[in-house]
């Protein structure tokens, strides 16, 4: 299977009285339409706690220029009967992103995990360089050292914001609050990075459909 070097990010929301058939929508008929599509390695959807948008379908694609392509946007300008009403559910309030891969560290999981936490920020221009050192040398090496993380990958927003986003694969949901957690987050150098975080965003995400994959 080919390693993905980009990811296609879309955050959806309904009034609960769609959400039947928005979910039946999507396991259905989407996510097979889209697994279909050139590019797309591997597709999964998560509900993301006390939040709003509540739903995020997450693509893990070839690179960068999948988004853009004519594939996907093929799929934009011509959906079919039943997307055409699913969009009028949720109006203006979705997100799609398209990110580049930056790092990944950890062990790719045979299986999905249940769940997914993810951190957006912005940083500083003048501390870009310190911020992504820090981030691939120290603080992800360390997190993905704590019982129940798995995975850890970093992302650059090519579309969208904030800029930055970071997601963490965990088996325990409260990994990050575990003493072992709390100490490898505890260090100089991420206190300075973390001061510095603008327009951060930490969702937890939980698994209701796991990944479906190309043939």
């Known amino acids: 299977m080919a390693e993905a070097q980009g990811l ?8 609960p009285e769609r959400e039947e058939e928005f979910n039946a929508w999507y396991n259905l008929e989407h ?7 050139p590019g797309v390695v591997s597709a999964r959807r998560y509900v993301v706690e006390n939040a709003k948008p509540k739903y995020l379908a997450w693509y893990d694609v070839a690179d960068e220029h999948f988004e ?5 946007q093929e799929v934009v300008a011509h959906p079919t009967p039943w997307s055409r009403r699913i969009r009028t559910f949720y ?5 799609r992103m398209n990110f580049r891969l930056m790092r990944d560290v950890g062990a790719r999981p045979a299986t999905d995990t249940p769940w997914l936490y993810i951190v957006h920020t912005d940083i500083p221009d003048h501390i870009v360089d310190e911020y992504n050192e820090w981030y691939d040398n120290e603080h992800l090496p360390r997190l993905v050292t704590v019982p129940g993380v798995v995975r850890a990958r970093r992302y650059a927003a090519v579309s969208g ?7 963490y694969e ?11 957690g709390l100490a490898a987050r505890k260090t100089p150098w991420t206190a300075k990075m973390r001061s510095l975080f603008q327009n951060t965003r930490r969702s937890m995400c ?5 990944s479906r994959r190309q043939a």
């Open 8 to 15: 296609v990010t879309v955050w959806l929301h309904v009034p």
């Open 91 to 95: 109006g203006e309030d979705r997100e």
């Open 170 to 180: 965990l088996t325990d949901k409260d990994a990050f609050e575990s003493p072992a």
């Open 206 to 210: 939980q698994l209701v459909l796991p």
């Open 161 to 167: 914001n904030p800029k930055y986003l970071t997601a």
């Open 68 to 72: 853009p392509g004519p594939a996907f």
């Open 31 to 37: 996510i097979n339409q889209m697994v279909a599509l």
